[in-house]
């Protein structure tokens, strides 16, 4: 596998950089899409007053801290009372309340106790208006990436579900809007797990068939390099 310099035959460092791409190459370090599920602990926003709770307040049983970070005021609203613009008025995903934040705001929750899945049915408002979330661990370090989407209803204001497999442990999620005007993000029916990750992708290792590519090529190319070797022996 040496050449006569003594140094690796390139064909064979080819092939060790190829079976690393194939090894790292698989590991997901990024989030998740997952389809809606039921977490360890969920808010409705069901228990509390219609109207404003505060820039900081206690959700989940008061287990997580929501601040508001920007933008205008915070509300519990009802169903059909939180105005999406072109969007429609915002309907509840569980009951009959959910949450929002007026004027293009973001805000965060704080968990006591890392979780690892989160989820929930959002809103905004005009049409194509986009919302992020953004995960951060202990360390207050962005896990993965921003994930974002855009908002767009028939006037109706259902809110649509974004879930993510968080790809580690959050201890801070912000979300709000992206856009300017006045947004008004919505959210309603959060799902949050602490344990195993829901639906998770987990680490994942080279499969069967990946081994055998790999191991095919590098054979290839050993063989191949003694092959030329000979080839190009003086006689």
């Known amino acids: 596998m040496l050449n006569a310099t003594g140094r690796l035959n390139p064909r064979i460092s080819a092939a060790i950089c190829l079976i690393a791409g194939l090894f790292t190459g698989s ?32 959700v989940f049983g008061g287990s997580v801290t929501h601040n508001q970070l920007s933008g205008g005021t915070p509300f519990i609203w009802s169903s059909g009372g939180w105005g999406l613009g072109g969007n429609g008025s915002a309907q509840a995903a569980d009951g009959s309340q959910g949450f929002g934040m007026n004027s293009n705001s973001t805000g965060e929750f704080v968990f006591s106790t890392p979780i690892t899945s989160f ?16 995960f951060y661990d202990a360390g207050n370090v962005l896990i993965g990436s921003q994930q974002s989407w855009s908002y767009t209803r028939a006037g109706d204001g259902v809110l649509e579900w974004h879930g993510y497999d968080i790809g580690g442990s959050a201890t801070r ?5 992206l856009s300017g005007g006045g947004s008004a993000p919505a959210i309603d029916s959060i799902q949050i797990s602490t344990g195993a990750a829901v639906a998770a992708q987990p680490l994942e290792v080279p499969t069967i068939p990946a081994y055998g590519l790999a191991l095919t090529v590098l054979g290839t190319l050993v063989i191949a390099s003694r092959r030329l070797r000979r080839v190009r022996k003086p006689r």
């Open 27 to 58: 590991v997901a370090l990024a989030q998740t899409p997952i389809a809606p599920f039921t977490g360890d602990q969920t808010e409705t926003f069901e228990g509390f007053a219609g109207g404003n709770p505060g820039v900081s307040f206690a």
């Open 119 to 134: 989820g929930a049915y959002f809103g905004t408002a005009f049409p194509d208006d986009t919302m992020f979330l953004e």
């Open 173 to 177: 999620v912000v979300w709000g809007s």
